[in-house]
């Protein structure tokens, strides 16, 4: 009689949930998910915003050249906006439980790529995404940006529609 041998290592811990947020329509379910997730398994929750560095390029100059030619300042202006973003974010989350919740605004040239390496370096146990982003056109069932981090993430992700 062969001996059964179970690869199975029991559920895995979930101790840290990052939310990706943009100004979508997914915004309010993601945060409502994490709320759920987190107060559920005592997790902690990091909320991130990526600002799409080719966002700052041509468009970028053009708005830095009519205000002054400062491209700089138009980056600050991005960020601020998702720090304001992330504070209303932070906010929900607390009146909703007493949940340990931080984030961060990201610059990068790939949201996508900014996700999954921010969640690698943070230990991330769990990404929350909306399935379809900002994006106009909407061809695919997932969005590009959700694709790739469901594709190249090293944890589970969850993605919101």
């Keep these: 009689m062969a001996e059964k041998v179970s690869n199975e290592q029991g559920p895995a811990a979930i101790k840290t949930i990052l939310i990706a947020i943009d100004k979508?329509?997914?915004?309010?379910k993601i945060?409502?998910?994490?709320?759920t997730l987190a107060k559920s398994l005592g997790a902690e929750i990091i909320a991130i915003h990526v600002i799409d560095k080719s966002s700052l390029g041509a468009a970028g100059d053009l708005l830095g050249y009519y205000r002054g030619g400062n491209i700089e300042e138009y980056e600050k202006e991005m960020k601020k906006k998702g720090e304001i973003l992330l504070a209303e974010v932070e906010a929900t989350v607390r009146k909703n439980?007493?949940?340990?919740?931080?984030g961060a605004v990201l610059v990068?040239?790939?949201v996508a790529n900014a996700i999954i390496n921010y969640a690698e370096n943070k230990r991330v146990d769990l990404i929350l995404v909306g399935a379809r982003g900002m994006a106009g056109i909407e061809?695919?069932?997932?969005?590009?940006v959700a694709t790739k981090i469901i594709s190249h993430a090293q944890c589970p992700v969850l993605a919101i529609r």
């Design 24 to 28: 979508s329509g997914y915004k309010e």
């Design 31 to 35: 945060i409502s998910y994490a709320v």
């Design 97 to 102: 439980g007493n949940i340990n919740v931080t």
């Design 108 to 110: 990068d040239s790939s």
């Design 139 to 144: 061809k695919f069932i997932l969005g590009g």
